[in-house]
């Protein structure tokens, strides 16, 4: 079965410092589906990127970036410069394919709270 | 664009009392939902998901239940609440045909059984 491991329950950084989020999957599955999600302190997530099993080339949107590695199954995120609105919880997940529909097996890691303070 | 709603946004609600939260989706056809529940401070847990009308699959085995009876409409429902099932409460949407596979999250409902 699938998961996904965010090790860092809680992160604290000061403002303009780049921090690293961690996440590491498990899947038996070669065509699946990662993603970032940021929970702000209103409750809604949104979503921040996805990246499928064949790409593995980082991605940077602004500030963020993204470090896929399928050798160690990991998908990290790296905001750069971080600012106080950055502060929220952040979750990794993923998603495998059923038949065709790959929305019915998704799995989020326990999520990072990240605190950036002024 | 596609929208996703939620209501209530907040509900205080006694404990055996029955509970029914909506989601509607605009502005695609044929998603995929899902109803989520989050307690304080934890992780996702996801409870329902629906592939179409009338077609529900449950994670959990709890007194909750789902039901879609239009094709973007996802209620979530208790005939009698208990105190564990306070929580926030999030829906979600996917497009299974889209070729993107992420889900888009309402604002949620926060859940607080006395």
């Known amino acids: 079965a699938q998961k996904v491991t965010q090790a860092q329950t809680e992160i604290s950084v000061v403002e303009k410092e780049d921090v690293t989020l961690d996440c590491v999957y498990e899947t038996r599955d070669t065509t699946y589906y990662l993603f970032w999600y940021k929970q702000p302190p209103s409750g809604e997530l949104v979503f921040l990127i996805r990246?499928?099993?064949?790409?593995?080339q980082n991605e940077i949107s602004g500030r963020y970036s993204w470090n896929f590695q399928k050798s160690t199954s990991s998908f990290n995120f790296t905001i750069t410069a971080s600012q106080v609105v950055d502060s929220a919880v952040y979750f990794c997940?993923?998603?495998?394919?059923?038949?065709?529909?790959?929305?019915?097996?998704?799995?989020f890691g326990p999520g990072t709270r990240l605190s950036v303070l002024p | 664009s596609q929208t996703i709603h939620q209501w209530p946004a907040t509900l205080v609600q006694p404990v055996g009392s029955p509970l029914s939260l909506e989601c509607t989706v605009e502005g695609t056809s044929n998603p995929n939902l899902y109803w989520y529940r989050q307690a304080a401070g934890r992780g996702l847990q996801l409870l329902f998901y629906?592939?179409?009308?009338?077609?529900i699959s449950s994670e959990v085995p709890q007194n909750l239940s789902a039901s879609r009876p239009q094709d973007r409409q996802f209620i979530l429902s208790s005939k009698k609440l208990l105190l564990s099932d306070s929580g926030f409460y999030l829906c979600a949407w996917s497009d299974p045909a889209g070729g993107s596979y992420e889900q888009y999250f309402g604002p949620g409902t926060r859940l607080t059984v006395t």
């Open positions: 629906s592939v179409g009308i009338g077609q």
């Open positions: 990246r499928n099993s064949f790409d593995e």
């Open positions: 997940a993923l998603s495998e394919a059923v038949g065709d529909n790959y929305g019915q097996n998704f799995v």
